[in-house]
């Protein structure tokens, strides 16, 4: 393999997973407030980029996707308050499936309001076929906004859970729910705090994506699957360690082009998320110690 | 008051005698005609179109008094593309509602899985799906209106050999369009002295294949790449080739014969080539061209209705509705009589070309039902070379 050949596979590798890595984060915020993993996570993805197109007819671009952002994150907020606030002490299996139950939903909502056809944000910078070289390796600008918006995000979230009151408040939520509620901390607002942040999250990775992904009102089933393996991957509920899975999943994706037909990369990805929960059940990064004390 | 009450009552009675007698007359006068298509799920791109085109070809025709003063119901089942439910809608539909005929479904898989419900129910089916398998081997009841993939497979190594390229890449996409296309181009390339230096499959739903392109685009022997897909990925595939700085000419199937697909793919798409129905470049053609005036009715009917562009997919079931309504018109309300009818249609102008079929080619189109398009622009004009 020629180097330029190693470094384009790097790039699209890096691509994927910067994709992915956004997508798990969203797993993780919910499942560490509540113990739960929400599949309705790739339809806030879906519905970011679809809300941004659509407002994007009204306003300049950074105000849409501001706009998107917002109005997700109270769907998010809407969803819980309606589906999963009012549940006495409900299992985690009743509430998966209502996850599952929410994404249908929202999937067949943006089926009537979007239609089936698909669309796409124009790119932020340049056009389609803009590029920028580094050496004879070929980028397109929007790869660095996905990049760019996935650092931001876990750098972000690092200082807001470490760093704000309302942050820690969370993380004491995460930790022990009993716990915190004797600390005086509304753990139901909690939350719903965290779904509409993982919405946000997510409405954001929909809009910087849209440009190279295209945005369908079916398109968040399987950035969720993805996701879902991501999160799992690196250990359920940390995110930084979803940042290197993911990566570490879109570079093994890439390379295997030269050996497999493309469509097996997601059989490759399952693969390897059966050997990771055979071998190392608590991810990559994830110690079974800490996960033991979440299951208490 | 005795006699009011009288009189009320025979007024009742003869009202419900008129309503009963008006209910049978109409529903002696109704042809049932079924249609399955994909109007949600991942092949809703064709089944959304074609269920529009023939809802809007039959509300017109009611409009005007019906077939013979007969009104036409046709009822529409969604299938949502899985060939499960596009089976026990095409029982459903014979059994119990005892439609005339079926159009639809939408997708070749679909339509192989209802080809012997048809057969056996002897009920016409006339498909809006590409595969030829559809009409080859022929059964009696099966027909289809899209042009067959083979001739779009011919059109473009023809336009190759034109161009002189001798080695090319086939990218296609693991759907049934896109494996039945791989097959077809694979099996034609060597007569045409052509020579597939690499063959590829990507997962349809694929949302990057610059990974893919980074592969094809290392074998310099590679002189154009021909696409097989549905999209996003056909507009995704263009992205990729062009943001890699590869500027091989990239064919496509017909299956990019939207212009919104175009638009997808925005400056990328420019210079695709790829072979398609005239429906698209209808302002072109010449006013002597007998689709002319038809392509025109539809198009501008469509767009005025729907308000989104016409694509050559509604196409696809806007003939096929018109082949039903030419039969019933014919033949009356009888399956066998309706299946001969359309069997027996001759130079019958449709969006997708003239059909003439015969009881050995059930799809009646030939290979000049095919124009070669490129993108300039961000519209849709004849390819004349380079």
Known sequence: MSLDLFFQYLFAGITYGSIYAIVAIGFNIIYNATGIINFAQGEFVMLGGMISISLLQFMPLPLAIAGAVVITMGIGALIEILFIRWLESPSVLRLIIITIGISILLRELALHVWGESIRSLPYFYGNEITTFSLGSVHLSPQVMWVITACAVMVGGLNVFFKGTPIGREMRACAANRTAAMLCGINTRNMVTLSFMLSAGIGALAGCVMSPITYTQYDSGASLAIKGFTVAILGGLGNSMAAVAAGILLGILEAFSVSVVPLAFQDAISIAILLLILFVKPHGLFGSSEAARLKDF | ?386
């Not at chain 2, 009963?20 to 109007?39: D, H």
């Not at chain 2, 192989?112 to 030829?132: D, F, H, P, R, Y």
Request: charged content about 20%; overall charge neutral; glycine content about 10%.
């Open chain 2, 1 to 386: 008051m005795n006699k009011r009450v009288q009189h009320y009552l025979g007024g009742c009675v003869t009202g419900v005698l008129l309503l009963a007698a008006s209910l049978q007359t109409a529903q002696a006068g109704t042809v049932k005609v079924g249609a399955i298509f994909a109007v949600t799920g991942p092949a809703s791109f064709l089944g959304g179109p074609e269920a529009r085109s023939a809802e809007m070809v039959v509300e017109k025709i009611n409009k005007a008094g019906g077939i013979n003063g007969n009104t036409i119901e046709l009822i529409v089942k969604d299938s949502a593309g899985s060939s499960e439910k596009a089976v026990s809608f095409a029982k459903q539909l014979i059994e119990e509602d005892k439609v005339v005929a079926i159009i639809g479904p939408s997708t070749s898989g679909e339509s192989m899985a209802v080809k012997k419900i048809a057969e056996e129910g002897k009920t016409l089916l006339i498909s809006c799906a590409a595969a030829e398998v559809i009409v080859d081997p022929v059964a009696s009841y099966v027909f289809k209106t899209p042009q067959k993939d083979s001739f779009a497979a011919q059109k473009i190594f023809e336009e190759m050999q034109r161009l002189k390229i001798s080695t090319i890449a086939i990218a296609a996409g693991n759907d049934g369009f896109g494996k039945a296309g791989k097959e077809q181009l694979e099996k034609m390339a060597p007569t045409f002295g052509i020579k597939v230096a690499a063959s590829e499959t990507y997962d349809s739903k694929a949302t990057d294949l610059s990974a893919l392109v980074a592969k094809l685009k290392a074998d310099p022997a590679i002189g154009a790449v021909i696409n097989w897909s549905v999209v996003p990925a056909q507009a995704i595939i263009a992205k990729n080739m062009r943001q890699a700085g590869w500027n091989v000419p990239l064919f496509q199937s017909h299956g990019f014969g939207n212009i919104k697909y175009a638009e997808a793919a925005g400056a990328a798409a420019e210079g695709i080539i790829f072979p398609c129905g005239r429906l698209l470049i209808v302002d072109s053609l010449a006013d002597n061209n007998p689709q002319k005036g038809l392509l025109i009715q539809y198009k501008s009917e469509y767009e005025a209705k729907y308000k989104e562009d016409a694509s050559a997919f509604g196409g696809y079931a806007f003939d096929a509705i018109n082949m039903v309504v030419a039969a019933i018109k014919k033949a009356g309300n009888d399956r066998a009589k309706v299946r001969d009818a359309v069997e027996g249609l001759t130079k019958f102008p449709g969006v997708g070309g003239i059909f003439s079929f015969t009881p050995q080619d059930h799809n009646g189109l030939d290979i000049d039902s095919f124009a070669m398009l490129t993108v300039k622009d961000g519209k849709f004009i004849p390819y004349k070379g380079q």
